[in-house]
């Protein structure tokens, strides 16, 4: 029998929206607000979710572990480092800035190995036995996601060419269009 492994899902959603301008997890699609979109997108690929960065609803909030903007690694790291004493074997993380989510996201990435989506690094992958290296990684004054998963030597995978990363409120008013063209 093939035994799958245990799976955290993390919404990585710190970080200060400068370019939104505002709260950006909180920005309306469809009548909810975007991190509701993504949570949803995410539960059946996760055996638990979990929110870094931010507090939304009940669902448990990861405060990253290191003062100073380090970024959406810093999520990363919380995530990693929550999984690592809560017994999974790995992290699934998604932004909450990026929709919409494949369906077959933990199909295609989840695995012995870290993987991520071609074009969207945030959305991965990440065995626990990528915790040290990607400490160490940030300790050595790594920031960017491009450099990390490099380092992790990560595979990429298609699946990512319909995602909208919602930076602006322009890129807002885009994913609403697709939406809407899709329903
Ligand atoms: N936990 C955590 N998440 C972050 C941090 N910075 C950004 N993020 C998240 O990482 C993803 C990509 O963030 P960016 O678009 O690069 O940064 P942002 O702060 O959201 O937006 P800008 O201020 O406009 O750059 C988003 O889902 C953010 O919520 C951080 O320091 N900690």
Redesign the pocket.
Known sequence: MISRPRVLGAV?????????GSD??LAMLAGRPIIEHVIEALRPQADEIVI??RAWRKIPAIA?RREG????L??LE?ALHYAKTADFQGVLSV????LPLPRNLAAALVGDDPAVLRDQH?IGYWPITCLGLLERHIEDGGRSLGSWIGRAGARQIDGAAAMV?V?TPDDLRTLSAQECSSA
Do not use: E, S, W, Y
């Open positions: 990585i959603a710190g970080g200060r929206a400068r370019r939104f950006k997890a870094c960065g990253d903007r380090i970024g959406p810093a999520g919380a932004p909450v800035d990026t945030l990363n930076n």
